[in-house]
């Protein structure tokens, strides 16, 4: 599985809905610690400019004459309007760095945005730009890994907001010798074939349980077969790797088995086991059929048959 892909899959996982809405809970904690701030700054910048009135009436009600205290008044009152400078910068440095406190239409927005993201990020008018600009606005730094664990890639995302992730994401490889858990694969298809499953099912259930085949694909009843064949797990079918023989130990028949016996096509077997005209079953699907055909059910067909077979021509 090519890494960009992983990357991909980790990103659209990471905004589903519900993380979305975690995020957004968290940046409402974000947004009331910012706003406790900002009373405080109204606070000082209140209290400097009530000191800055004050050195102003003070400096106006000095008499004239008294230049000695009239400069000194002035003086305070110079720092003290400095000071209102001073605190109004610090300020708006501060509300430049803090994050932008979002209004309830904004968050519904983001929300929305968020939830759209997988649809926004595979659809086919957005171009690969686009993709690069939304990891750049979500994603700060994503870290890769590949020896760390066998058969898995260890990834490290640092997202725009300070929180860090990390996540083991399993590879899709060329060969099974570089599988992540080859003994748990091995040992799970060892438990579905001792529970006569067939290689078709093995391969479903495999599917199902989210194991992945070499490659990246699903699991498939020749991919299973494959790897029963390496490992010397034997097939459950009844005759094993050899033909259906004419009759069963049980004394059952065949498809074959029962064709020849009644002198007709092993698809018209079938479709007398479709119809109910015989009787037959398999261990599990997949597994050949056994049917159970009596001499006087032989006979009977066949004279069945043969009267059928005498109709035709003579209707012809």
Not at 223 to 228: F, I, K, T
């Amino acid at each position: 599985m090519p890494i960009d892909a992983l990357v991909e899959d980790v990103l659209l996982d990471a905004l589903a809905p519900d993380r979305i809405a975690i995020a957004l809970a968290a940046m409402g904690h974000l947004e009331e610690e910012s706003r406790q701030l900002e009373r405080q700054w109204a606070l000082r910048r209140e209290r400097a400019r009530y000191e800055a009135e004050r050195a102003r009436r003070q400096y106006d009600a000095v008499e004239p004459e008294n230049r000695l205290v009239a400069r000194s008044l002035e003086r305070t009152w110079e720092e003290k309007l400095r000071a209102v400078e001073e605190i109004d910068r610090e300020h708006a440095r501060w509300r430049a760095e803090e994050p932008l406190v979002l209004h309830e239409v904004d968050r519904a927005s983001l929300q929305a945005l968020g939830e759209n993201l997988p649809r926004i990020w595979r659809a086919a008018t957005t171009s690969p730009a686009d993709q690069k600009r939304i990891l750049r606005f979500i994603v700060r730094e994503a870290i890769l890994d590949q020896k760390r664990a066998h058969g898995q890639v260890w990834l490290k995302i640092i997202w725009q907001t300070d929180a860090v992730s990390e996540h083991c994401l399993q590879r899709r490889v060329h060969t099974y010798r570089d599988y992540v858990d080859l003994e748990g694969l091995r040992r799970r298809i060892t438990e579905l074939n001792a529970a006569n499953k067939m290689d078709k099912e093995i391969a479903e259930t495999l599917n199902r349980e989210g194991f992945v085949a070499a490659r990246g694909c699903a699991f498939k009843g020749g991919n299973v077969w494959l790897l029963r064949t390496r490992w010397g797990i034997p097939t459950v079918k009844i005759n094993g790797i050899d033909a259906n023989p004419p009759q069963w130990p049980d004394g059952s028949y065949s498809i074959q088995g029962a064709a020849a016996a009644l002198g007709v096509t092993p698809q018209t077997i079938f479709d007398y086991l479709a119809r109910g005209l015989l009787a037959g079953h398999q261990l599990t699907k997949g597994q050949p059929w056994q049917i159970d055909l009596s001499v006087e059910q032989i006979d009977r067909l066949r004279t069945h048959l043969q009267r059928m077979r005498r109709s035709r021509k003579e209707a012809s």
